[in-house]
């Protein structure tokens, strides 16, 4: 493919200041068991071409998914249209922009391969998973599932570039629902947003502890279904990793998208409170808080090489002792804003130009083990996983909900509550951090559900943090 698409491409590149295609092909598997009874299998093909092209200032683009040289040279020539129909009426003249001109290769690792499983070995798999959930008669519903990908891209440019990816995509996902007396919980492995997605095979299964899943996740859901509501007040909290995934996404990395901060969201998901002049000199929170884009964990769920700009993508600080240093913002955005950022141009699919999107974007773990944090809290609760969420359209003011949460006295674990909820502001939020876990506390997480742009983009992201502690947070529980 990789030949015969390069030498389409030489033939039908146009005489333009620049021009890239970039091929995407995703080959998806969903194998699901509710309530112990195994449900069709989903499996899907989706393959296509994006061309970009920059010519006279103006920037256009079309996708197709006929590959025939024909059907290349065909939404070539409407790029070309577009870039030209622009040119003198964009935001900026592309043409004064120095695209990547890169070349490589990356390659997701993986130690158990998917394709080396029947069906019939996964669905026995999830089978034993979902029998095991169905402990007691209050467990009215239960299910697990595997959603497997495997991608393939190609980028090129007609001045030389062209950078070859392969990615492997697990999601495992497990939750059970308990009723009594008129009240249902739900109690998930990982989070309803299948929080324990990375890169690489059927080893994710054993390092994220799916195997005796279903029987603990179980125990957990009648545990909450019968627990006290969360008590209300000022108090400290702990957020375990699969909350602070969320906190992560919406207090810190929505926030600082470039295209974002430039305004370019403002009709669809809003702006940011974050303005450009705050970086190199805004505190957003306490000097242990340490902010990385790191798409270099190689096994965590947005790692690769180069992004969909095709430039090179490095591990950076993103916030540095609590300093806010760089934006998120792709090639393009970080010449219109005059400042640097990092690889984060991506699309969700061949049929979308890429844009400014969080990758893998982690808190660097710290020194205090969590018995450490329990102990240092008269008055306090744990938060794990992530139930419900709302922030305001400038990514500022905030709360959120989650499935468990346990009660801390006089630096004591207590006993398990219901609806622990808690509010708060970003730009203040932050600087209530009052210790952050070492790396025993870590988890590796992220997300397939990311949305943003328009037409929308659901694309998938990794966010690795610590349990950490803040002090002073307003809580309140169902009743509050």
């Known amino acids: 493919m990789t030949a015969s698409f390069e030498s389409i491409f030489k033939r039908i590149a146009p005489a333009a200041d620049f021009c890239s295609f970039r091929f995407v092909e995703e080959t998806a598997e969903q194998l699901s068991v509710q309530q112990n009874i195994a449900?069709?299998?989903?499996?899907?093909?989706?393959?296509?071409?994006?061309?970009?092209?920059?010519?006279?200032?103006?920037?256009?683009?079309?996708?197709?998914?006929?590959?025939?040289?024909?059907?290349?040279?065909?939404?070539?020539?409407?790029?070309?249209?577009?870039?030209?129909?622009?040119?003198?009426?964009?935001?900026?003249?592309?043409?004064?922009?120095?695209?990547?001109?890169?070349?490589?290769?990356?390659?997701?690792?993986?130690?158990?391969?998917?394709?080396?499983?029947?069906?019939?070995?996964?669905?026995?798999?999830?089978?034993?998973?979902?029998?095991?959930?169905?402990?007691?008669?209050?467990?009215?519903?239960?299910?697990?599932?595997?959603?497997?990908?495997?991608?393939?891209?190609?980028?090129?440019?007609?001045?030389?570039?062209?950078?070859?990816?392969?990615?492997?995509?697990?999601?495992?996902?497990?939750?059970?629902?308990?009723?009594?007396?008129?009240?249902?919980?739900?109690?998930?492995?990982?989070?309803?947003?299948?929080?324990?997605?990375?890169?690489?095979?059927?080893?994710?299964?054993?390092?994220?502890?799916?195997?005796g899943a279903g029987k603990q996740t179980a125990e957990e859901a009648l545990a909450v279904l019968t627990a006290p509501n969360c008590p209300s007040g000022v108090m400290d909290v702990i957020l375990m990793p699969d909350q602070m995934m969320l906190q992560i996404h919406e207090s810190i990395g929505h926030p600082l998208e470039l295209d974002r901060i430039l305004g370019d969201e403002r009709n669809f998901a809003g702006t940011s409170f974050v303005t450009l002049d705050m970086f190199g000199k805004y505190q957003y929170g306490s000097d242990l808080l340490n902010v990385t884009y790191d798409p270099t964990m190689h096994h965590q769920f947005a790692s690769f090489a180069f992004d969909d700009d095709g430039a090179a993508a490095k591990k950076e600080f993103i916030i540095e002792h609590g300093m806010l240093k760089r934006p998120l913002g792709g090639t393009i955005s970080q010449a219109r804003a005059g400042m640097e950022g990092v690889a984060n141009s991506r699309a969700c699919a061949w049929n979308r130009a890429p844009i400014d999107r969080m990758a893998n974007l982690n808190i660097e773990p710290g020194t205090a083990s969590l018995d450490d944090m329990i102990a240092s809290i008269d008055n306090g609760v744990i938060m794990r996983t992530n139930l419900s969420w709302s922030i305001d359209d400038s990514r500022n003011k905030f709360q959120f909900g989650c499935e468990m949460g346990h009660?801390?006295?006089?630096?004591?674990?207590?006993?398990?509550?219901?609806?622990?909820?808690?509010?708060?502001?970003?730009?203040?939020?932050?600087?209530?951090?009052?210790?952050?876990?070492?790396?025993?506390?870590?988890?590796?997480?992220?997300?397939?559900?990311?949305?943003?742009?328009?037409?929308?983009?659901?694309?998938?992201?990794?966010?690795?943090?610590?349990?950490?502690?803040?002090?002073?947070?307003?809580?309140?529980?169902?009743?509050?």
């Open 39 to 211: 449900e069709p299998p989903k499996t899907s093909v989706d393959r296509g071409v994006m061309i970009s092209v920059i010519d006279q200032g103006g920037f256009g683009y079309a996708a197709t998914s006929d590959l025939s040289e024909t059907g290349l040279r065909e939404a070539t020539r409407r790029a070309h249209d577009w870039a030209k129909l622009t040119a003198g009426n964009s935001v900026a003249d592309y043409s004064t922009f120095a695209m990547p001109k890169l070349s490589g290769h990356y390659r997701s690792a993986v130690a158990q391969n998917p394709a080396a499983l029947t069906k019939r070995e996964k669905f026995e798999m999830l089978k034993q998973e979902s029998a095991n959930c169905k402990i007691d008669d209050r467990i009215v519903d239960w299910g697990a599932s595997f959603w497997t990908t495997h991608t393939k891209q190609l980028y090129v440019t007609a001045d030389g570039a062209m950078v070859e990816q392969e990615f492997d995509y697990m999601v495992p996902s497990l939750s059970v629902t308990a009723f009594d007396k008129g009240e249902a919980h739900t109690r998930s492995f990982g989070g309803r947003y299948n929080g324990f997605c990375q890169q690489g095979g059927f080893e994710i299964l054993a390092r994220s502890g799916f195997h």
């Open 407 to 480: 009660v801390i006295k006089n630096g004591k674990l207590g006993h398990i509550v219901k609806n622990p909820n808690y509010r708060g502001i970003s730009a203040t939020f932050w600087r209530s951090l009052a210790m952050v876990g070492g790396i025993s506390t870590q988890e590796v997480m992220g997300t397939p559900y990311c949305g943003k742009g328009e037409p929308n983009q659901v694309i998938r992201v990794g966010h690795a943090s610590p349990a950490c502690k803040f002090a002073g947070i307003d809580v309140f529980g169902g009743e509050g």
